[in-house]
């Protein structure tokens, strides 16, 4: 039977899990406001740098007492200089189950060398938070953006903690209700749900952690782009917009102009609900299609921004070259762009669904994942 290819293409076929797909908006004219060829410490590059860290706290709803910095090196600089500067005051419990947070355990246990326990949960499971000592210092990834699983709820992490939780939350934060009480790090970079630049990451720290900042020095040597305390006492500026080394004025534009977009389509209720309907959609195809399921096992610990998908037809034999297969047959139709799953991942397809991505896009594109399922099935 002639396998006939979809009348239509989606608009845009950036399904990329980062950096990820720009808001519809976006055009580079949107950044000719940017204050380029100026100091960042000029008052324009400050009252851009604060006004980037006073919209993220108004839409992601972060409370007052939290200090919001903006920091080198994109995520991995945001989680690397909290670990570094936090962690060695109290046993650490570090949880992963995927590889990125594979890779923060690999930073405590081989590098930093300290007392850790390791708990981890294979591709499609996630470790259970319940099952955790929250009066230590607990190192976790709220989504795992190379498996598709996410925590849930924070309602596991006791109120009356006595370590820190320190969490990745890069594709989370945009896209999903962070419950800040339970949080006392959190990270994310511009170039994820909001489809920003990648330069810099962001750090939010609670009193909590602030207090560990100014009551612990830890036992090995900081580098500058790691130190957030001066004289044991926290360097305020650095949270008020007053970087620790140059920032790229173009990305700080670039991240205004998002944050600009996310107000106008409702803040982060309306990016909630975008991410909901693009991870609805693929849901919906998978339940009505035998061939293809959801890498998360447990649907209630199912991605709505990085949704991972694994081919369960028995005709299948080799899965990595067949997914392999099916995400260049969809780049090369122009229809998904980098959609294979990540290099560490189980073998399968990795679809963004972040607020950036359109939902009709997503609609548009899953008759071509069919076709290009059929399409390799036939060439078996
Ligand atoms: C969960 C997670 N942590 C860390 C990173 C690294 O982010 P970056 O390259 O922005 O530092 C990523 C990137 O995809 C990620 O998904």
Redesign the pocket.
């Known amino acids: 039977m002639a396998i006939t290819a979809p009348a239509t293409r989606p608009a845009n076929p950036r399904f990329s899990?980062?950096p990820c797909a720009k808001p519809p908006v976006f055009t580079l004219d949107r950044l000719s406001d940017a204050a380029l060829g100026r100091s960042h410490r000029a008052a324009i590059g400050k009252a851009k740098l604060k006004d980037a860290i006073e919209n993220t706290r108004e839409i992601l709803g972060i409370p007052e007492g939290y200090k919001i910095g903006i920091v080198p090196?994109?995520?991995?600089?945001a989680?690397e200089m909290a670990m570094w500067s936090l962690l060695g005051a109290r046993k650490a419990t570090m949880v992963a189950w995927?590889s990125?947070?594979a890779?923060w355990v690999t930073d405590v246990v081989k590098q930093l060398k300290i007392d850790a326990e390791v708990k981890t949960a294979d591709y499609g499971d996630i470790v259970d938070l319940a099952s955790l000592d929250f009066n230590t210092d607990v190192v976790f990834?709220w989504?795992?953006?190379?498996s598709g699983v996410r925590v849930p709820n924070g309602d596991a992490i006791p109120a009356d903690r006595e370590g820190l939780t320190i969490c990745?939350a890069?594709?989370a934060a945009f896209a999903m209700d962070l419950p800040w009480d339970k949080l006392d790090v959190t990270t994310f970079?511009w170039?994820?749900v909001l489809g920003g630049e990648?330069a810099h990451?962001m750090i939010i720290l609670s009193p909590r952690a602030v207090e560990r900042l100014e009551t612990y020095t830890p036992a090995w040597p900081l580098p500058k782009i790691f130190r957030m305390t001066k004289g044991g006492k926290l360097i305020d500026g650095i949270f008020r917009g007053e970087t620790i080394n140059t920032p790229s004025m173009l990305a700080v534009e670039d991240y205004l102009q998002a944050l600009e977009w996310s107000k106008s389509i409702g803040g982060l209720k309306g990016l909630i609900a975008r991410a909901d309907a693009n991870a609805g959609a693929i849901h919906a195809f998978c339940a009505a299609k035998p061939w293809i399921a959801n890498l998360a096992n447990d649907p209630a610990t199912a991605s709505n921004t990085?949704v991972c998908l694994k081919f369960t037809d028995d005709r299948i034999t080799d899965g990595a070259t067949f997914a392999k297969a099916v995400a260049k047959r969809m780049e090369a139709e122009g229809v998904a762009l980098d959609i294979g799953a990540y290099r560490d991942a189980p073998a399968g397809l990795r679809i963004w669904c972040g607020g950036t991505v359109e939902t009709s896009d997503i609609e548009a594109m899953l008759p071509w994942l069919e076709y290009a399922f059929e399409t390799e099935i036939a060439a078996l």
Do not use: H, R, W, Y
């Open positions: 899990s980062g090196a994109s995520d991995t600089g989680m995927e990125f947070g890779g990834t989504n795992g953006t190379t990745d890069t594709s970079s170039q994820k990648a990451g990085s």
